[in-house]
């Protein structure tokens, strides 16, 4: 695990679209594509609007690129709570990105229906292994939450299916959202953690102060893949190793 820290926002995510470019690159090298899974949020938004412009833009032959999303809210594609809608508007729209490789989770009536969609989804175009995402953007909760994996629920246990369905308390929409297995057997899995208030939940994860099921976050440990903390907030302790 690496854990960097950076004076802003705005340098934290210049970091992070520096890593996707670096990352693009080893994976060409590697296999002739590049398959990124995003996040929803804040702070991957602004390293979303930095590599739709430049110097990053042109860093990348975007027909090589192919998107995925780790969990999205089961509303309109137009809803303000649209991780699709978001990663659209802040950099999708802007790059000639072929719209065949780019893959949302698309809700239907029957959420279950669609988590069975997106993961057939998954199987086919990883096939004959189960996905290993060249890069995956993760947030930080601040209940310690990843994805749709939240604290002390029964999603944290899933180990066959890929892709499943959440209902989180209070919402009156389902999400979906890849399970722990699948985000952990990616090559580069990156955390953007941006903001005072995410001080405190960001020491109880690096620390290890509560269990995993308390915090999902803490349950993020690629198999064979590297981990980096990408963070603005002030940690006590280094926690980098």
């Known amino acids: 695990m690496v854990l960097v820290h950076y004076p802003d926002e705005e340098a934290l995510a210049l970091a992070a ?10 994976a060409i090298n590697r296999s002739g594509r590049f398959t990124v899974l995003l996040s929803g949020g804040g ?3 602004l390293t979303y609007e930095h590599l739709a412009r430049e110097p990053f833009k042109n860093k ?25 809608l978001m990663a659209s508007e ?22 279950h229906v ?27 909760g601040l209940d310690g939450h990843v994805a749709s994996l939240f ?13 499943i369905v959440v209902q ?27 903001g005072a208030e995410k001080n405190e939940i960001l020491h109880k994860v690096l620390s290890q102060e509560e269990p995993s099921a308390i915090l999902p976050a803490r349950q993020i440990k690629p198999v064979a893949g590297k981990l980096y903390w990408l963070v603005d907030v002030p940690v006590i302790t280094d926690f980098s190793s």
Not at 60 to 77: A, L, Q, Y
Request: with cysteine; proline share 9%.
């Open 17 to 26: 679209a520096e890593i996707f470019v670096e990352q693009f690159k080893l």
């Open 43 to 45: 702070t991957p938004k």
């Open 60 to 84: 990348i032959d975007w027909s090589m690129v192919n998107i995925f999303w780790g969990d999205e809210r089961c509303v309109e594609k137009n809803d303000p709570l649209s991780n699709y």
């Open 90 to 111: 802040a950099f999708l729209s802007h790059l000639p990105i072929p719209v065949q490789q780019i893959h949302p989770i698309i809700c239907n009536k029957d959420p």
């Open 114 to 140: 669609s988590a069975g969609r997106y993961e057939e989804l998954l199987k086919e175009y990883f096939k004959p292994s189960p996905p290993s995402f060249d890069l995956v953007f993760l947030g930080l």
């Open 151 to 163: 604290p002390q629920t029964q999603t944290l246990e899933e180990n066959k299916r890929w892709v």
């Open 168 to 194: 989180k308390e209070r919402e009156d929409f389902a999400r979906i959202t890849l399970t722990l297995p699948i985000l952990n057997l990616a090559k580069v899995i990156v955390f953007l953690v941006s």
